[in-house]
């Protein structure tokens, strides 16, 4: 079974000091799968792309690669291509020299080694030959993304590689991972954003200070028996607040209503099978359902479920290790790449 897993990691912990980045974490991750790690800031994303890419080693538990085990040393496992904290390149290079100048690194031939195709893939054939100086972040990732697609990576990580994007960077990014996963190509990469992640991954592991707090299909996260909040607009504000009252299960969200465009707007939380009810004595005394929607999507809603942190009690602080979820900035590389 294993050998179809491109990454088996087994109760992973890192520590900064006093700070746990990563408690115990384990992670799947399939052949040809693309896989999303989200988490808000500091929830230990990039410390764990840092580990697969061999930036950094774990302080305790099992990670294999590419059915490889990692050992105690720094060293980017065979197949492994990717970055964290945003591509290494050369500002005064242009695009093309920044790409021929890795592969000659690597022993390339660098007419060879196919710096055309991989520009046109990321799209970035028209600025081929302007300086990475002048780049902004969207295509300083797809010039690290066409970097690293050189080196016929069998694992692809990359970290938050939508930040940045325009509509048709993602595009092609989109483009690129899912034709690397059809060859077999796997990909982890991450985001702080789950709505970034629904159209690409098929599984996704959510971190929160270090811990997987969910890790599957995302069908499986959105179909969570959960309230939702979901704005409502009826032809009759009024018997509707009162309906909602008497209806069970359903609590009137306040403060959140809107009037939009002359309409009051009420924001109910309900599971499906109470709202429903709702809906149906709505309809019975004769008042029309105008608008009705989650007021976030239930895929976003589970995960900020999931990565709230809940407020200590007074007297009930956290006698545990440190943990901290400020963002500590970008050098936090253990070793060069
Ligand atoms: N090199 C480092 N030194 C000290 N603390 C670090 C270092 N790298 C990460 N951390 C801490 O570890 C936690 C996880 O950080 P990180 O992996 O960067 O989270 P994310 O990428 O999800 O935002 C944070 O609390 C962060 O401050
Ligand atoms: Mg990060």
Redesign the pocket.
């Known amino acids: 079974m294993d050998t179809l897993l491109a990454i088996r990691a087994r109760g992973i912990t890192k520590c900064?000091?006093e700070?746990v980045?990563?408690d115990g974490v384990d992670l799947d991750v399939a052949q040809g799968q693309i896989h999303g790690l989200v988490?808000?800031?500091?929830?230990?994303?990039?410390?764990?792309?840092?580990l697969l890419l061999g930036l950094a080693v774990a302080d305790s538990g099992g990670l294999d690669i590419l059915g490889t085990p990692v050992g105690r040393t720094f060293a980017a496992p065979d197949g492994v291509a990717g970055f964290v904290d945003g591509p290494g390149l050369y500002p005064s290079l242009t695009a093309r020299q920044n790409l021929a100048a890795l592969a000659a690194l690597r022993g390339q031939d660098p007419r060879a080694a196919g710096i055309d195709d991989v520009l046109a893939q990321v799209g970035l054939t028209d600025v081929a030959d302007d300086k990475a100086r002048g780049f902004s972040l969207g295509m300083r990732q797809r010039l690290g993304l066409a970097a690293a697609l050189l080196t016929r990576p069998r694992l692809l990580v990359l970290?938050?590689p939508s930040n940045g994007l325009d509509p048709a960077g993602k595009k092609h990014v989109h483009g690129v991972l899912n034709r690397l996963a059809a060859q077999g190509t796997s990909v982890v990469l991450?985001s702080?954003r789950m709505d970034d992640l629904e159209a690409l991954c098929s599984e996704v592991t959510i971190?929160a200070?270090?811990r997987v707090v969910f890790s599957g299909p995302l069908s499986k996260l959105a179909a969570e028996n959960r309230e939702l909040d979901y704005r409502l607009v009826t032809s009759d504000p009024r018997a509707t607040r009162r309906l909602a009252a008497d209806a069970p299960g359903i609590r009137t969200v306040d403060g959140v209503g809107v009037a939009r465009q002359g309409a009051e707007t009420l924001v109910v939380r309900a599971l499906v099978p109470d709202l429903d009810e709702l809906v149906t004595r709505l309809v019975r005394e004769g008042v029309a359902l105008r608008e009705l929607a989650p007021v976030v999507s239930p895929l976003e809603a589970a995960f900020l479920a999931l990565t709230e942190q809940p407020e200590p009690a007074l007297g009930q602080r956290d006698t545990g290790t440190a943990?901290?979820?400020?963002?500590?900035g970008t050098?936090?590389?253990?070793a060069d790449r």
Do not use: C, I, M, Y
């Not at 929830?43 to 840092?50: D, H, I, M, N, R």
């Open positions: 900064f000091g700070v980045a990563l988490g808000p800031n500091g929830a230990g994303k990039t410390t764990l792309l840092g970290d938050e991450s702080h971190l200070t270090g943990r901290h979820t400020a963002d500590t050098d936090r590389r253990e």
